[in-house]
């Protein structure tokens, strides 16, 4: 019977995957009340027992894909595969209001420009305090933390090494993570209450998942609008990335 129920979880690899987020989600959400009295989100407690998991897995099997080199778990690999994961970004887009958006202005394209070009000088610094010299190293870290989508986008642009692609996609997981855990934490403070205000803060934090989740964990009407900045700046920063931003890099380090 177990065998039978194993195989047929298997089988069905992505149904168990949405069972699995269920748990986790309905887990997260238990010890958000009953352990943080609120304090923190679910979506956060979430966020890092999947990390966890993809951990455990990992480690068991020896393998490179976290939880889905499980065979049980392999629809893991395809519910959070860049397919599903786009379609909900654009699924998203379609609950705009097109007069909401519009009050963004200035400032909210600004801030695109702004969320871009900031997060790269972090980055370059970095790879610049840790030893890297050459433009192409630098350019493909410094565009991992505008996202983690622009630096290996940039990185096989210019050229760059799988090893620095790698720590490009690290830098911008990590920024991913930290904007879905503080945005709850920070949203009074930073008046995410609105349309307009939602807008702005996803071109500044950049990051679609980070922003989406943050935003849903704050208040879910004004995930849209975040995502919806936060999609044009990943575009921005794989435009400028590998153009405008390397030849800059290579202008000051000359190699």
């Not at 998991?53 to 068991?60: C, E, I, P, S, Y």
């Not at 192409?136 to 983690?148: N, R």
């Not at 990943?234 to 290579?250: D, E, N, Q, Y």
Request: charged share 10%.
């Amino acid at each position: 019977m177990v065998d039978l129920l194993f195989k047929d979880l298997t089988h069905l690899g992505l149904i168990t995957a949405f069972a699995l987020v269920a748990l986790v989600m309905w887990l997260s959400t238990k010890i958000s009340k009953y352990l943080t009295k609120g304090r923190v989100h679910g979506s956060a407690i979430a966020i890092v027992i999947g990390l966890i998991l993809a951990w455990v897995g990992g480690t068991m099997t020896g393998g490179q894909k976290g939880l889905t080199d499980i065979a049980l778990f392999s629809g893991v690999g395809l519910m959070g595969g860049a397919m599903l994961r786009d379609f909900t970004i654009v699924a998203t887009a379609f609950e705009v209001q097109a007069t909401e958006a519009k009050k963004a202005g200035f400032i909210g394209a600004f801030s695109l420009f702004l969320g871009t070009v900031l997060p790269f000088i972090v980055g370059c610094s970095f790879a610049w305090i840790f030893g890297y010299r050459d433009a192409v190293s630098i350019t493909t870290i410094g565009a991992g933390a505008v996202t983690y989508i622009v630096g290996p986008v940039t990185g096989a642009a210019i050229g760059a090494s799988s090893d620095v692609m790698a720590l490009s996609i690290a830098t911008g997981l990590v920024k991913a993570i930290f904007v879905m855990v503080t945005t709850p934490m920070t949203a009074k403070f930073m008046g995410l209450d609105n349309p307009r205000s939602a807008m702005i803060f996803g071109g500044l934090a950049g990051t679609v998942s980070g922003v989406s989740a943050g935003l849903a964990a704050t208040d879910r009407r004004l995930v849209p609008y975040g995502a919806l900045t936060a999609t044009f700046h990943t575009g921005l920063g794989c435009l400028m990335g590998p153009s405008i931003l390397f030849l800059i890099v290579k202008m000051l380090v000359g190699s």
